[in-house]
């Protein structure tokens, strides 16, 4: 079982940054692979990026290659968002996600975290 607490949302101008956090509980945070997902209104819920256990693998959505960037600090049981040249189209509640599969990234949720960006 993990539980996933994200963190570091808020308001920000078109071209700036943001970093989410999400804290994970549980001994074997370090076998998951974390993902983060994010869900405009009126839309469904997308992928933005994941990683694998050991941060060897990283995948983007084509929409935030090259301005977001995910890591990870398994010490510290938590998996960061770095969210850079912001626009608009970013506005949304991010999610952080765990599984221990690319396709089981959906098992576990965090409640979610509101990142807005004003033009």
């Known amino acids: 079982q993990v539980q996933l607490v994200e963190s570091g949302g808020g308001l920000v101008q078109a071209g700036g940054s943001l970093r989410l956090s999400c804290a994970a509980s549980?001994?074997?945070?370090?076998?998951?692979?974390m993902g983060w997902f994010r869900q405009a209104p009126g839309k469904e819920r997308e992928f933005v990026a994941a990683?694998?256990?050991?941060?060897?693998?990283?995948n983007y959505a084509d929409s935030v290659k090259g301005r977001f960037t995910i890591s990870r600090d398994n010490a510290k049981n938590t998996v960061y968002l770095q969210m850079n040249s912001l626009k608009p189209e970013d506005t949304a509640a991010y999610y952080c996600?765990?599984?221990?599969?690319?396709?089981?990234?959906?098992?576990?949720w965090g409640q979610g975290t509101q990142v807005t960006v004003s033009s």
């Open positions: 549980g001994r074997t945070f370090r076998t998951y692979l």
């Open positions: 996600a765990a599984g221990r599969t690319i396709a089981t990234i959906r098992d576990y």
């Open positions: 990683m694998s256990w050991n941060g060897g693998s990283t």
